[in-house]
């Protein structure tokens, strides 16, 4: 199995910026998807990020140009880092890991932007 613990969620003004990170551990494969997922009070979990292993990434319209999601293999870390945030982005920000037998989750970490 794969465990993941994530850090850097918090308060944040409109138009600030935080970063999240999200290290993997456990039975890591070498072809592997990680990413990001949010869901706010009364909506589903939605993909806001996630790069694959040879860096290419899919993004969610909304986050296109302020959020960057990105990967260091050598320390199985997944970051996002978001700028311009928004209050309409406040959500718990999950960490996802997935590869062809296997799919994790994080705890979550909270992500709260005021206006």
């Known amino acids: 199995q794969v465990q993941l613990v994530e850090s850097g969620g918090g308060l944040v003004q409109a138009g600030g910026s935080l970063r999240l990170s999200c290290a993997a551990s456990?039975?890591?494969?070498?072809?592997?998807?990680m990413g990001w997922y949010r869901q706010a009070p009364g909506k589903e979990r939605e993909l806001v990020a996630r790069?694959?292993?040879?860096?290419?990434?899919n993004y969610l319209d909304s986050v296109k140009g302020r959020f960057t999601v990105s990967r260091d293999n050598a320390k199985n870390t997944v970051y996002l880092q978001m700028s311009s945030l928004k209050p309409e982005d406040t959500a718990v920000y999950y960490c996802?890991?997935?590869?062809?037998?296997?799919?994790?989750w994080g705890q979550g970490t909270q992500v709260t932007v005021s206006s």
């Open positions: 996802n890991y997935a590869d062809r037998n296997f799919r994790s």
């Open positions: 456990g039975s890591i494969s070498i072809i592997n998807t």
């Open positions: 790069i694959f292993n040879g860096d290419s990434t």
